[in-house]
């Protein structure tokens, strides 16, 4: 089956560590995107990407990085630099990656759940 | 730039009564507007979307949502609402931007479904 696939579904991280979630999608999308998700504030885009080996900031990408190696992977790392890390993770795909949005739509992972212990 | 915003944080309903949630959108170009339910601890699935043309659209699970662009609304909407309709629901608008396609979401609203 296609779909996006996001892993841990839980993950803890201490105070001042570095974390990575996965996300992996076999829909030959070209775009992908990290939104976190906080109670009473929707989603907020963190980083996306059009193409491999390109990505772009979104309205909260301070304390976040992300790589775009390979066009069905988009890894997000939480850095020491995020003062409040734990939120809810969701990776979205879409086709194509920059002619707008009239012949795709986003598809959503799972999401991962990350707190702060 | 753009931005969604959706008025009614939580909306309760009896089962059987009719729904509507509310949208606002700003954006400045033809906007590509979309409806997505959550359920708990899940991803989001697409309800509905409008790009043009008929400005009331038909969406899976008995939704529809019209357009008014007068009004730089959304709103969606179901005759008769089943206990299994209790989720969040979120309206986004999609544009292009110089870094590409760009989606952008409301804070979302969570309907409670009575019994």
């Known amino acids: 089956d296609g779909g996006i696939t996001q892993s841990p579904k839980y993950l803890f991280r201490k105070e001042g560590q570095n974390v990575t979630l996965s996300c992996e999608q076999n829909?030959?999308?070209?775009?992908m995107y990290w939104y976190r998700q906080d109670p009473g504030q929707g989603l907020r885009l963190i980083y996306y990407s059009q193409i491999v080996n390109d990505f772009q900031k979104g309205d909260i990408a301070e304390g976040y990085s992300v790589s775009r190696e390979k066009k069905e992977s988009f890894p997000l790392t939480v850095t020491s630099a995020q003062k409040n890390p734990t939120a809810f993770y969701l990776c979205?795909?879409?086709?194509?990656?920059?002619?707008?949005?009239?012949?795709?739509?986003?598809?959503f992972g799972q999401g991962t759940r990350l707190t702060v212990v | 730039a753009q931005s969604v915003t959706q008025p009614d944080i939580h909306i309760t309903v009896s089962e059987g009564a009719s729904l509507e949630l509310r949208c606002n959108y700003s954006?400045?170009?033809?906007?590509?507007l979309f409806w997505y339910v959550q359920s708990p601890g899940q991803g989001l699935q697409l309800l509905l979307k409008?790009?043009?043309?008929?400005?009331l659209v038909q969406g899976i699970k008995g939704f529809e949502a019209e357009f008014k662009r007068s009004q730089s609304s959304f709103n969606l909407r179901k005759p008769s609402v089943h206990w299994s309709d209790a989720a969040e629901y979120f309206c986004a608008v999609g544009a292009l931007t110089g870094g590409g396609n760009k989606l952008t979401f409301g804070t979302g609203t969570q309907l409670k479904v009575e019994l």
């Open positions: 954006y400045g170009a033809t906007p590509y």
């Open positions: 829909l030959n999308h070209d775009a």
């Open positions: 979205a795909s879409s086709i194509p990656g920059s002619t707008g949005w009239r012949n795709t739509e986003a598809f």
């Open positions: 409008y790009f043009s043309g008929d400005t």
